[in-house]
């Protein structure tokens, strides 16, 4: 049953309910008239072979039958409602204290209190006010802290997958692996939806290729730690990985936000007036797809790529700063490299080299070598002499 609005007269509009009736190859619209019957208004074919129906289930049970998979969170939220009701209603009536006479004859009149009024009671009557002691309340009190405490954890093993106590880095593995399991298949079941409305699509507008799509099926955010960070600097600094790796890495550690697109920055780092790229040589067209890419990716170089590999315009002097100091964490030295482009500052970037590195002073002298022949001011801080590694002062 569908409701659409149609016009109504020169100016208005109306609420009509009509039936869609799909079959292999046609459809039928019926709509209600003023009667209340349905009258057939359209009728046609189409391209598809089968009817454009897809389903996501969650825990299936049937034909178009599932198990909602927070339906115990959704009874938990009901008991919490309910113990909360009794409670409130509770202390409703047991939050206002009651006066009780006691001596006082059943045969006298009644008499009314109030703060502006006084009592004669007889020698041996005496009035006080009574209440509930209150120990019962903790006891509903703390059944709502169960049940809400229920409620958290179920919607993070839900999610998450994994216990919020102390446990080894494995079996926290196999913890979430078997919480995800219910979620994973809500996603799957979602990306299977999409890619059939797409291959629907597909064959509707009688195209042979039909699109495809991907749902997430991580529900742990994998933030990078700085020492991570520090190590993908490191390599890029060094040349091992390009500028794109470098960025897709740290885009999928979230380190750069979910709105950072990196084909845009490399593009915006090459076409910013930073350098002038250089023409490469005429290649054969490539004849597929993958050498497409392949030759794109080569056409994509970073601006400290190209700084590193330029050559220097005219000879100039730079600055080496060296000093010898205590490091912390096993650190043999760190070397901070200031960039230049046009005798102005471009970049600045920082290496740390570990003390149990398979060979620091070739890395050190790399580092420091390379740098100074790009045209680049070297400030080290290191736990040896400058003449250990052949540095002298001129």
Not at 34 to 43: C, Q, Y
Request: hydrophobic share 35%; proline share 5%; net charge negative.
């Amino acid at each position: 049953m569908e409701t659409i609005t149609v016009p109504d007269g020169l100016y208005g509009e109306k609420q009509v309910q009509q039936v869609r009736v799909l079959t292999p190859g046609a459809f039928e619209i019926h709509q209600k008239d003023d009667k209340g019957d349905f009258v057939l208004i359209d009728e046609g074919s189409t391209s598809l072979s089968e009817i454009p129906f897809s389903v996501a289930y969650s825990n299936r049970v049937g034909v178009l039958e599932s198990r909602p998979p927070l339906a115990d969170i959704a009874e938990l939220n009901l008991k919490a409602y309910q113990v909360q009701s009794d409670l409130d209603n509770q202390l409703h009536i047991s939050a206002v204290p009651m006066l009780a006479i006691y001596g006082f004859p059943q045969s006298a009149e009644e008499i009314s209190a109030g703060p502006g009024e006084a009592m004669a009671l007889p020698e041996s009557a005496r009035a006080e006010y009574i209440e509930p002691g209150g120990n019962s309340y903790d006891a509903q009190f703390r059944r709502l802290d169960q049940i809400a405490s229920q409620i958290n954890e179920l919607g993070l093993a839900a999610v998450l997958g994994q216990k919020l106590s102390a446990e080894t880095a494995e079996a926290k593995r196999i913890d979430r692996s078997q919480g995800d399991s219910t979620m994973m298949v809500i996603a799957q079941q979602m990306q299977d939806l999409v890619d059939n409305c797409l291959k629907f699509h597909a064959q509707y507008m009688e195209q042979a290729q039909a699109g495809s799509s991907f749902i997430n099926r991580d529900f742990l955010g994998q933030r990078l730690e700085p020492q991570e960070i520090q190590s993908l600097l490191q390599l890029y600094t060094a040349g091992t990985i390009t500028q794109e790796t470098l960025l897709n890495q740290l885009s999928a550690g979230e380190v750069l936000g979910d709105e950072f697109d990196v084909e845009e920055e490399i593009e915006a780092t090459q076409t910013g007036g930073l350098i002038e790229m250089e023409q490469p040589e005429p290649e054969p067209a490539p004849e597929t797809e993958a050498q497409c890419q392949k030759q794109s990716r080569r056409l994509k170089m970073s601006w400290l790529d190209n700084l590193r590999k330029r050559k220097p315009e005219e000879p100039i002097n730079r600055l080496l700063f060296f000093s010898k100091q205590e490091l912390t964490e096993q650190t043999y030295a760190v070397i901070r490299v200031t960039w230049y482009l046009h005798g102005k500052i471009s970049g600045v970037s920082e290496t740390s080299i570990g003390l149990y590195d398979q060979d620091v002073i070739a890395e050190f002298s790399d580092l420091v070598g390379n740098a100074l022949r790009a045209g680049c001011d070297v400030s080290v801080a290191c736990i040896d002499d400058p003449q250990y590694l052949g540095i002298y002062d001129l």
